[in-house]
């Protein structure tokens, strides 16, 4: 419900999770103007949902795109989604989630384990990983 597609000319290429009416929160390794933010589509080859433009994109200020540290920016919409949309929920512990802690990660990313093959999804799917320390992640 809150996940959302960003979309170009050519199709989706990275998704996000709305915060409020007029901001999604994605990587920053996404940004890259201009593009639409599709919010309520599960198939991404369905008209479903609402399409409404980006107007402007804040990447973290430390963002390195050499790094994986600090990938993450606010993207701003042109204009407010429905009253009725719901928001993903903020953590403020920085405890919590702990390390091997089930969680849930959803979007339509790639489907294929291996580093050289892309395979997406064209359907919203998720699933419930454990989290990792920084130190294995690297």
Same mark, same amino acid.
């Given at each position: 419900?809150?996940?959302?597609?960003?979309?170009?000319?050519?199709?989706?290429?990275?998704?996000?999770?709305?915060?409020?009416?007029?901001?999604?929160?994605?990587?920053?390794?996404?940004?890259?103007?201009?593009?639409?933010?599709?919010?309520?589509?599960?198939?991404?080859?369905?008209?479903?949902?609402?399409?409404?433009?980006?107007?402007?994109?804040?990447?973290?200020? !430390?963002?390195?795109? #050499?790094?994986?540290?600090?990938?993450?920016?606010? @993207?701003? *919409? &042109?204009?407010? +989604?429905?009253?009725? =949309?719901?928001?993903?929920?903020?953590?403020?512990?920085?405890?919590?989630?702990?390390?091997?802690?089930?969680?849930?990660?959803?979007?339509?990313? !790639?489907?294929?384990? #291996?580093?050289?093959?892309?395979?997406?999804?064209? @359907?919203? *799917? &998720?699933?419930? +990983?454990?989290?990792? =320390?920084?130190?294995?992640?690297?």
């Amino acid at each position: 419900p809150y996940a959302v597609s960003l979309s170009d000319q050519i199709g989706h290429f990275c998704g996000g999770s709305l915060l409020a009416r007029d901001v999604v929160l994605s990587a920053a390794h996404c940004q890259g103007s201009p593009y639409n933010v599709v919010v309520g589509r599960h198939a991404l080859d369905s008209d479903e949902g609402v399409v409404i433009p980006m107007k402007n994109e804040v990447p973290h200020p !430390d963002y390195n795109p #050499a790094l994986t540290d600090n990938d993450f920016m606010l @993207v701003f *919409l &042109e204009s407010p +989604v429905g009253e009725d =949309s719901e928001f993903v929920k903020l953590n403020s512990d920085t405890s919590n989630p702990g390390i091997d802690a089930p969680v849930t990660v959803m979007g339509w990313g !790639d489907m294929d384990e #291996a580093d050289d093959v892309s395979t997406l999804s064209n @359907v919203l *799917l &998720e699933v419930e +990983v454990n989290v990792i =320390s920084n130190e294995e992640c690297k």
